[in-house]
């Protein structure tokens, strides 16, 4: 049975159940993440389950039955058509996780977006262990799903938001 919109039931085994109040869902993509997580940090403790058990116990943590109904309730992605100045966002630019405030934003035609974003903390931008470049201010051409389509080595998208806070 499904919580009530925008509560969740937690199912802990130390405390029972607890219920959270929540406004929306995580993405797909962010609850796959968790799953992995959960997973990865069971398995530090010798607990070792399978992903689709991690993805189960995820459903139920949300208060729905099982996978397919919570994978069906939460959203495909974020859409990042209406960003504003000021906003605060998260996401990855180079691979390195960020959050920060959106200082400059503009319409390039139908489907880009180009945004100027100040970091809370600088982003290293080298791999290298030689030496380092932070940059805590950095400009990028974004579609409607938040990913520049300029990529990095390992052709991932230099810049994904993920989330607005």
């Known amino acids: 049975m499904q919580a009530p919109s925008g509560i969740f039931a937690y199912l802990t085994p130390w405390k029972g159940i607890v219920m959270k109040q929540q406004t929306q869902l995580p993405t797909l993509r962010q609850l796959k993440t968790q799953a992995s997580r959960l997973r ?6 010798g607990d070792l389950i399978s992903h689709s058990e991690a993805l189960e116990y995820l459903a139920h943590q949300f208060g729905f039955r099982n996978w397919n109904t919570l994978s069906a309730a939460a959203p495909e992605a974020a859409s990042f058509e209406n960003l504003q100045l000021e906003s605060r966002v ?10 920060g405030k959106i200082i400059g934003v503009s319409k390039l035609g139908t489907d880009k977006i180009r945004i100027t974003l100040d970091f809370d903390k600088p982003v290293d931008v080298v791999t290298s262990k030689a030496f380092s470049s932070f940059r805590r201010r950095v400009s990028a051409t974004i579609d409607h799903a938040g990913k520049t389509t300029e990529k990095t080595s390992d052709q991932q998208p230099q810049l994904v938001l993920e989330q607005i806070l």
């Open 40 to 45: 990865a940090s069971m398995a530090k403790d």
């Open 90 to 99: 998260s996401g990855r630019y180079l691979g390195h996780a960020f959050a």
